[in-house]
Each structure stands twice: as C-alpha cells, then as structure tokens.
C-alpha cells in the first residue's frame, strides 16, 4: 500500500510544483518581488508537508528552538538525509537562506524565482572565485537580519552515516562571526536518497545547542561534525521496531 502512495505523492507534488511554477513570472514583475516570492515559497512548502501528510501519513515534531538566538542572524547546519528536510527547514526557520548548489538556479521559471529569494547559489567549479561570491551573497543576507541554512556534509546521507564536513561551514562561521545552530534529523529512515517507496511514521527535527564564535577550525569542525552526527544518529536509533517504516507491499 505504501508503495502506491507514494507513487500517488509524487504525482500530486508534481501537480503542486506546476501549479506553483506557473504564475510565477507575473509574480516576480514590479515592485516588493522578492516578499512576494518569499510568501509564496513558504506556501509551497505548506503544501508540500500537507500532503506528505494526508497521502504518506508522513508527520513530524520539532525538539529544540529555532528562535534560541533572538535579534541576530545565525548559521543553521543541518543533517541532509532527504528532500523533506529542504522543504521543512525553509518553512520553520524565520527568515532563511539556503546555501545551495548554482545548477538549481538555471532551471527555466524555477531558477527566476530561486534568485528573488535570495538564496545563496555556490558554483563548486569556480574554486576560490565560488567562495568569493558566496561570501558576499552571506554578508548581504545577514545585513538584512535573515538567518542562514547550510548542509556541511555537502550531499544527502543515508541514516547513521557521518562523512566529514566540508570547510565552507567553518570558512562562513569564522568570516561573518555568527553562532551556529547544529540542527540533528532522522528522516532519511523514512525517504532514503533513491528510494522509490517512502515510508509512514514521524520524522523528529532537533534544534540542538549553538556553538558560538572563536573557536579554531578543527575544534569547530570537530564539535559540530560531533553534535550534529551523534545526535542524528541517536534519533535514528531510538525508533523502535514497530516505529520503523513498514516493508513495500
């Protein structure tokens, strides 16, 4: 049963995206574009997590506080397992900007709309030059007060793998000097990177505690590679058996 419904969510999330995508040039035209398609996008992801729920009875909860640092921008850094997390951190994270890869941007529409929400759109193959930019486009969003969103292991994981973290997490740490909120996940058990069927259950989100400015780079590395994995995989861990996705049938 799982198995048609999650071919019947990839259908609807596919509507949904045309649906959304459509208007989208009529809404980036004239003045206040860029709310306009912030407003937007957190409707989508809305969307996006009704009908993870009403079709895959896929839910969540929240541990920790996204808000735990008041009146100043942070760094997010959180554990990439699946596509839900993309969807969910945008909606429950105030004022974020996603760290993300520059292909995405040059989808026709959809890449329009990515750049009028500001996100931070790195070309990996530029080297030094991607950092530069990158550099720039944070600064520019935390002078506007809005928080940050990066993925430092880079790719999704499968659950309770921990690959080193690449050094764009600590380079932006210690150049805009801001805390950084380690953010621990286990929905990979449910949607696995490839997989064709996702499971039902309750996907758990820990906003776990900052980790402020000044520390060297291994020490930094250490710690949040630390947190962040032994936390996931404590989540991962912590279902139990009648809790785990049930087999495709």
């Known amino acids: 049963m799982q198995v048609l419904k999650s071919k019947l969510f990839v259908l609807m999330w596919g509507l949904w995206t ?40 896929l839910t969540f909860e929240v541990r920790g506080d996204p808000h735990a640092i008041e009146g100043k921008s942070v760094i997010f850094a959180a554990k990439h397992q699946s596509a839900w997390e993309t969807m969910a951190l945008y909606l429950l994270v105030p004022e974020i900007v996603p760290v993300l890869k520059v292909s995405l941007t040059k989808i026709p529409v959809f890449g329009w709309y990515l750049k009028h929400l500001k996100m931070i759109a790195v070309d990996r193959t530029k080297g030094r030059k991607a950092l530069t930019h990158m550099y720039e486009q944070a600064e520019a969003a935390v002078a506007e007060n809005r928080n940050l ?5 880079g790719t999704r994981q499968a659950p309770l793998q921990n690959p080193e973290l690449k050094g764009g997490i600590y380079l932006l740490y210690k150049r805009l000097g801001l805390p950084v909120i380690p953010v621990a996940l286990n929905s990979g058990v449910y949607w696995p990177k490839g997989a064709s069927t996702i499971g039902a259950g309750k996907v758990t989100l820990y906003f776990l505690d900052p980790i402020y400015p000044g520390l060297e780079k291994r020490v930094f590395l250490d710690q949040l590679h630390t947190v962040i994995s032994s936390e996931s995989d404590k989540l991962v861990e912590e279902l139990s058996p009648d809790a785990m996705p049930a087999p495709a049938s």
Request: hydrophobic share 50%.
């Open 18 to 57: 045309i649906l959304f995508v459509l208007p989208i040039p009529f809404l980036i035209l004239g003045g206040q574009a860029d709310r306009r398609a912030r407003t937007c996008s957190q409707f989508y992801c809305k969307g996006f997590l009704f009908l993870c729920r009403h079709i895959l009875n």
């Open 149 to 153: 969103l990066i993925f430092p292991e």
